[in-house]
Nanobody
């Protein structure tokens, strides 16, 4: 059974930091590259960052240098450490795989506002 459970979203001021967490089912975590995506109001879902099991990472240009993705194989967890947050980072954040599965979790809301 596929499971993707995101958490950690919150309201944060511009310039602040936040750490998102995602727990995935064993059936996918050790097979796929894990990734974070986000969807802002009125916009399409977009790629944020990904991390392969070998540790290779790729970031969207908009978050490069501010966000860091990591994963913990012992917990089937993937994290997104977000820093220097901007209002344009406001979105619902989702974890999924690369390529994306048809199944999506509920996401976690990140709001950056003063």
């Amino acid at each position: 059974q596929v499971q993707l459970v995101e958490s950690g979203g919150a309201l944060v001021r511009p310039g602040g930091s936040l750490r998102l967490s995602c727990v995935a089912s064993d059936s996918i975590f050790h097979i796929y590259t894990m990734a974070w995506y986000r969807q802002a109001p009125g916009k399409q879902r977009e790629f944020v960052a990904r991390m392969a099991e070998n540790g290779n990472t790729v970031y969207a240009n908009s978050v490069k240098g501010r966000f860091t993705i990591s994963r913990d194989g012992s917990k089937n967890a993937v994290y997104l450490q977000m820093g220097s947050l901007r209002p344009e980072d406001t979105a619902v954040y989702y974890c999924n795989t690369v390529p994306e599965l048809a199944f999506w979790g509920q996401g976690t809301q990140v709001t950056v506002s003063s």
